[in-house]
């Protein structure tokens, strides 16, 4: 049974930086790829940033590219997501997700993903 479970969520000022974390137990991690998603009240949920089960491919959205910072650390199973320069719009529910497979075709559709994270809720305020 995969797991997931983030951490990391508050509120802060427009301006301000959060780190979320999302740390993974049950199976091996570091042969799925990895997102973080977004969902905002009546929104649809929407990628904000992803890696491929080697690392060496990261994709942001754009909304989030320059801000944000995907990283992860294999010895704890645990992906990070670093977000700066927070804007009001960035409020949502983080999700974090993994897939079934090693291989996905694009890394950013809801679809690809097999295992879900409760989420934590960010908040900026202005």
């Known amino acids: 049974q995969v797991q997931l479970v983030e951490s990391g969520g508050g509120s802060v000022q427009a301006g301000g930086s959060l780190r979320l974390s999302c740390t993974v137990s049950?199976?091996?991690?570091?042969?799925?790829?990895m997102g973080w998603f977004r969902q905002a009240p009546g929104k649809e949920r929407e990628i904000v940033a992803a890696?491929?089960?080697?690392?060496?491919?990261?994709y942001y959205a754009d909304f989030m590219r320059g801000r944000a910072t995907l990283s992860r650390d294999d010895a704890r199973n645990t992906v990070y997501l670093e977000m700066n320069s927070l804007q009001p719009e960035d409020t949502a529910v983080y999700y974090c997700?993994?897939?079934?497979?090693?291989?996905?075709?694009?890394?950013?559709?809801?679809?690809?993903?097999?295992?879900w994270g409760q989420g934590t809720q960010v908040t900026v305020s202005s």
């Open positions: 997700a993994r897939t079934r497979f090693a291989y996905t075709p694009t890394l950013i559709t809801t679809r690809e993903y097999e295992y």
């Open positions: 890696m491929d089960w080697s690392g060496g491919n990261i």
């Open positions: 049950g199976r091996t991690f570091s042969v799925c790829a």
